[in-house]
């Protein structure tokens, strides 16, 4: 009784931390963006466009990465 108990608990904790986890990733994932624009609006376009592909390419490394890390635990 007692263990069962404790698995029940055990679940509603998880999904509450996941739950934490998604709001939190997000929140910066928004704040990033707000941030990311507006350093970018107040440069020149030039500017603007290296900042663009530089964030793209930044993007897009993060992306493979954890597509990466997800293939690497499927197969472990």
Same mark, same amino acid.
């Given at each position: 009784?007692?263990?069962?108990?404790?698995?029940?608990?055990?679940?509603?904790?998880?999904?509450?931390?996941?739950?934490?986890?998604?709001? +939190?990733?997000?929140?910066? @994932?928004?704040?990033?963006?707000?941030?990311?624009?507006?350093?970018?609006?107040?440069?020149?376009?030039?500017?603007?466009?290296?900042?663009?592909?530089?964030?793209?390419?930044?993007?897009?490394?993060?992306?493979?990465?954890?597509?990466?890390?997800?293939?690497? @635990? +499927?197969?472990?």
């Amino acid at each position: 009784m007692m263990h069962d108990e404790t698995l029940k608990m055990f679940g509603e904790k998880k999904k509450e931390a996941r739950e934490i986890i998604r709001s +939190e990733a997000l929140y910066r @994932k928004i704040s990033h963006d707000e941030n990311v624009y507006i350093d970018t609006y107040n440069l020149r376009s030039s500017n603007r466009y290296y900042y663009f592909v530089l964030n793209s390419v930044l993007f897009l490394s993060q992306y493979r990465g954890i597509i990466l890390m997800a293939e690497n @635990k +499927e197969l472990a």
